[in-house]
Structure formats: structure tokens, C-alpha cells
T-cell receptor, first 110, second 114 residues
């Protein structure tokens, strides 16, 4: 069965304190790994797609990387506005369905 | 360009009533997806539709749940004879093409069953 596990469940950082979020997955025939951001009471907002091991994507203070078993979302010098729940999802070939992890709730204190 | 529009944003139903959730995709998007988010759980896929066609309903409960995306008008997720366990946030997403993973989500419809 396809599975996505995110850790930690929650993370508190001080503004400027860099860290990483982990997403480990098991899926047969990975089509892509996707990162989303979700603010309270809102729908998820797409961040990145990673297709193959070794691939990296960057956007502002965020950088996503992918290996054959896991993905990391690195947050460099975070700001309070980066506070949100970050969701990881995988898609498999031949299906439109995404399997989501439960997310990591990030809080960045000023 | 307006985003994905879902309504109602909040819906309260008593056990046994019907719930209808509506989703208008972004302009130009012909692919619609419904996901459910239970408290303390991740988003769970329910159904994938294109205009007038259900492509994948593998995540839909076998009974009481149905979805449609007619040629004209919004996509509808219908839950008949609701039970307390149906209380959740229901998210609709759209994309301009399939097999992409870059979904545009609405703000969700929060169903509470009393």
C-alpha cells in the first residue's frame, strides 16, 4: 500500500533558525512527489513537484530535495509568515490520485 | 482569474439529511478532484472527474456518496443520509490537464453532522 509519513508532526522555530522537514514514502512506480502549503482554514497551495532522485527545486526560502525513499523541505532563515502546515504527497504512474501525508505544522516565532 | 470556488463554506446537517457541496473549477480547467480531510488525518482522495465523466472513484465510499461534473455548471459532491462520521472538510481541486500533481485547491466546505 502506498504510504507517506511526515516528520516531525510539529516544529517550532525562532525567526532565522533554519531547519528541515522530512517526508518518507513507499510507492510503486513514483510519478512525482509534491509539496503543498496549507494555512489554517484554507485549501492547500502548490509549492513544488519533484520527479526523480537527485532533483532539487527552490522557491524563496524553501528548497525541496528528493531521494529514492524520502524528500526534504529545507527552510532557510524562516520568517513568521512561513508558519503553516506543509504537506507532502506522492502520485503513481497510471493514476491521478495523490496520497498525502498528515503534514508538519511549522510555527516560526518572531 | 478567479480561483476554485466552493460553496457552501460551512454546512450543518442532522443525521439522515442530504449534503450537497458545489465546486466551480478555475476557468479553463477541465479536471476536477475531490478530497476529504478528517480531523487529525491527511487529505484523502475521493474522486477524479472530467466533464460528464467519472474517471476514478476509487476513494469514494460505496454507499451514500456520489459525484458529478456536468457539461454546464459546477461539480457536485452529494452525500445522502449523512452520519456523524461524515463530518469533515471537503476540498475540491482543479487542473488544466491530468497527470500533473499541480492542483489548485478551493478553500473547502466544512460539513458538520449533528
Amino acid at each position: 500500500e502506498d504510504q507517506v509519513t511526515q516528520s516531525p508532526e510539529a516544529l517550532r522555530l525562532q525567526e532565522g533558525e533554519s531547519s528541515s522537514l522530512n517526508c518518507s514514502y513507499t510507492v510503486s512506480g513514483l510519478r512525482g512527489l509534491f509539496w503543498y502549503r496549507q494555512d489554517p482554514g484554507k485549501g492547500p497551495e502548490f509549492l513544488f513537484t519533484l520527479y526523480s532522485a537527485g532533483e532539487e527545486k527552490e522557491k524563496e526560502r524553501l528548497k525541496a530535495t528528493l531521494t529514492k525513499k524520502e524528500s526534504f523541505l529545507h527552510i532557510t532563515a524562516p520568517k513568521p509568515e512561513d508558519s503553516a502546515t506543509y504537506l507532502c504527497a506522492v502520485g503513481k504512474g497510471g493514476s491521478e490520485k495523490l496520497v498525502f501525508g498528515k503534514g508538519t505544522k511549522l510555527t516560526v516565532n518572531p | 482569474n478567479a480561483g476554485v470556488m466552493q460553496n457552501p463554506r460551512h454546512l450543518v446537517r442532522r443525521r439522515g439529511q442530504e449534503a450537497r457541496l458545489r465546486c466551480s473549477p478555475m476557468k479553463g480547467h477541465s479536471h476536477v478532484y475531490w478530497y476529504r480531510q478528517l480531523p487529525e488525518e491527511g487529505l484523502k482522495f475521493m474522486v477524479y472527474l472530467q466533464k460528464e465523466n467519472i474517471i476514478d472513484e476509487s476513494g469514494m465510499p460505496k454507499e451514500r456518496f456520489s459525484a458529478e461534473f456536468p457539461k454546464e455548471g459546477p461539480s457536485i459532491l452529494r452525500i445522502q443520509q449523512v452520519v456523524r462520521g461524515d463530518s469533515a472538510a471537503y476540498f475540491c481541486a482543479s487542473s488544466p490537464r491530468g497527470r500533473d500533481g499541480e492542483l489548485f485547491f478551493g478553500e473547502g466546505s466544512r460539513l458538520t453532522v449533528l
